[in-house]
């Protein structure tokens, strides 16, 4: 089993910045991928960005540019780096952590960018 506990969600004006983190503790293995995903009011939840365990990146269209996904595997913890951010990219944000076909979710943090 794998918990994943995320921080740093809030309220923040059209072009602010916030940063996710997500702590993940419990059964962590080496060749995981650490990811967001989000999903705003009527929507279906949507993949943000993800990270491997060892380091390689990707990053939805949508979020190009703007946001920037890094992790410390240390600490097991993936950040979320958002800048520039627009109204439409409110929404619950979850963190994600895949191995081996199991996939666990963090219970979500609002981003609400509004002025």
């Known amino acids: 089993q794998v918990q994943l506990v995320e921080s740093g969600g809030g309220l923040v004006q059209p072009g602010g910045s916030l940063r996710l983190s997500c702590a993940a503790s419990g059964s962590i293995f080496r060749g995981d991928v650490m990811g967001w995903y989000r999903q705003a009011p009527g929507k279906q939840r949507e993949w943000v960005a993800d990270?491997?365990?060892?380091?390689?990146?990707n990053n939805a269209d949508s979020v190009k540019g703007r946001f920037t996904i890094s992790r410390d595997n240390a600490k097991n913890t993936v950040y979320l780096q958002m800048n520039s951010l627009k109204p439409e990219d409110t929404a619950v944000y979850y963190c994600?952590?895949?191995?081996?076909?199991?996939?666990?979710w963090g219970q979500g943090t609002q981003v609400t960018v509004s002025s």
């Open positions: 990270i491997t365990s060892g380091g390689s990146t």
């Open positions: 994600n952590y895949r191995i081996m076909g199991f996939n666990y």
